[in-house]
């Protein structure tokens, strides 16, 4: 890519790829998409279950080191990833031994589950060991399919009713990537009349240089600052209007995913809103489709496949969003055609930021 200039709002939208993603729209529109795949809803009962006993055994733990991370207590960052990822991988554990013992069909479905979750390898994205055009390579296919089919639209559509205020919204967007989200949804929020004021934050500074260019090109209240998601020490609470994260989730373990909620919730003064995509072959198969038939990108294909085994299920979001929130403070849901959301709402009477 070198000193090519990328627009991240026109690259990738040829006539071929164009049509893909209607097509690829059209079946995220349909019943079938409406609510998760079958498997996953004949699983579901299994993992409330399992979920229920996780978080009566771990909630009284974990909601300690949330309070002593909020307080600065350097060594509760590091003991709440552990807890958490334990107390996940009991409840994956927990899930396949109760299928066992509910019938072969369904021992069947979580074995298979099990085993496509099972994923270690690293996408490109997040490989030192490749070249940087790669890496922003790839990454921008994949922006493209999240927001053409049926993605960025629906995210503005859970997002705008937070930024109700007078005077501008501050949102921060962690682990922004390129920031195409924070200017995708600039761009909405203009023709709408609503004043954001975005801070994409990210740990590699070639994708926030590659979004500063386009956010600048058109004229877009965005920021652009290098930020660790997993500490938000340095900013003070109530400092921003919203915190979001969009489409990263899987790049983080369970315990990370659960200080990233902890640090989130203090920060925002109105309310927090995770995205991401539902684990289930349905997605894993789309994101084939829209790189081979559209981008015919084999780099693209094996960041889209690995992507969407490190996807979670509302269920076990609910999990992490559980053992770091007191009860009713976070919802956990499904998103048509093929995404997860946990929002936390401050206006709704739930308690002050990072209240348990």
């Not at 693209?300 to 490190?310: E, I, L, N, P």
Request: aromatic fraction near 8%.
């Amino acid at each position: 890519m070198g000193q090519k200039t990328v627009n991240l709002l026109t690259d990738h939208q040829g006539p071929l790829l164009s049509l893909v993603a209607a097509l690829e729209r059209a079946v995220a529109r349909s019943v079938l998409s409406r609510r998760p795949t079958w498997p996953q809803r004949a699983l579901a009962p299994i993992r409330e279950r399992v979920l229920r006993d996780t978080v009566e055994r771990y909630r009284t733990q974990t909601h300690a080191l949330c309070l002593g991370l909020q307080k600065g207590h350097a060594p509760a960052r590091t003991q709440l990833v552990a807890l958490v990822d334990e107390a996940f991988a009991n409840l994956r554990a927990g899930v396949r031994e109760e299928a066992r013992r509910r019938g072969l069909f369904l021992g069947f479905l979580a074995q298979r589950d099990a085993r496509f979750a099972a994923c270690e390898a690293l996408e490109i994205g997040d490989d030192p060991k490749r070249g940087a055009d790669l890496r922003i390579g790839t990454m921008i296919i994949l922006h493209a399919f999240v927001r053409d089919v049926v993605g960025y639209d629906r995210f503005v559509d859970l997002l705008l009713p937070l930024a109700n205020g007078r005077g501008p919204t501050r949102i921060l967007d962690l682990a922004a990537g390129h920031g195409g989200f924070a200017i995708f949804t600039s761009l909405a929020a203009r023709s709408r009349g609503i004043d954001l004021r975005f801070t994409a934050t990210d740990l590699r500074k070639e994708y926030l240089d590659l979004g500063l260019a386009t956010a600048k090109r058109e004229g877009l209240p965005v920021d652009f600052r290098i930020q660790d998601a997993l500490d938000l020490g340095n900013l003070e609470p109530g400092s921003q209007d919203i915190v979001v994260c969009t489409h990263a989730l899987h790049h983080f373990s369970a315990g990370q995913i659960a200080v990233m909620l902890v640090e989130a919730a203090r920060v925002a003064k109105r309310g927090v809103v995770f995205i991401d995509g539902n684990r289930s072959l349905l997605t894993a198969l789309g994101f084939l489709l829209f790189s081979l038939i559209g981008s015919r990108n084999r780099f693209a294909c094996y960041d889209g496949w690995v992507s969407a085994r490190k996807f979670y299920v509302p269920e076990e979001l609910a999990l992490i969003s559980r053992l770091t929130s007191r009860e009713g403070q976070v919802s956990c849901r499904f998103l048509p055609p093929g995404y997860c959301v946990v929002s936390l709402d401050h206006q709704a009477g739930q308690g002050p930021p990072g209240a348990f």
